[in-house]
Nanobody
Framework: QLQASGGGLVQPGGSLRLSCVAS????????IGWFRQAPGKEREWVSC????????DYADSVKGRFAISRDNAKNTVYLQMNSLKIEDTAVYYC???????????????WGQGTLVTVSS
């Protein structure tokens, strides 16, 4: 089971850090992806971190502003979001799979989502 948390209301230009905690299994062996879904839109891939080497990848829309990291000792993956924009508003989900990928259907395990609202 994955649990995403850390969402909230933030002003444009602000920062938030999302957490994805695993229970019942060890995150070490999984790639973790972050996705987001805004109202009326399809689920969109945001970022991913691989299991072994910790390689990271980002959607162009968040590159340079978001940073994904993992702390295997805490069984947690983080998504640090800086310079937030209104268009970053969405429900953010974390998901686990053997390898990174941008297609939601590829991922076997999903968290319940945490709402990020960027508004002045």
């Amino acid at each position: 089971q994955l649990q995403a948390s850390g969402g909230g209301l933030v002003q444009p230009g602000g920062s938030l850090r999302l957490s994805c905690v695993a229970s019942g299994f060890t995150l070490d062996y999984y790639a973790i992806g972050w996705f987001r879904q805004a109202p009326g839109k399809e689920r969109e891939w945001v970022s991913c971190i691989s299991s072994s080497l910790g390689n990271t990848d980002y959607a162009d829309s968040v590159k340079g502003r978001f940073a994904i990291s993992r702390d295997n000792a805490k069984n947690t993956v983080y998504l640090q979001m800086n310079s937030l924009k209104i268009e970053d508003t969405a429900v953010y989900y974390c998901a686990a799979d053997q390898r990174c990928g941008s297609r939601p259907s590829k991922y076997d395990y999903w968290g319940q989502g945490t709402l990020v609202t960027v508004s002045s």
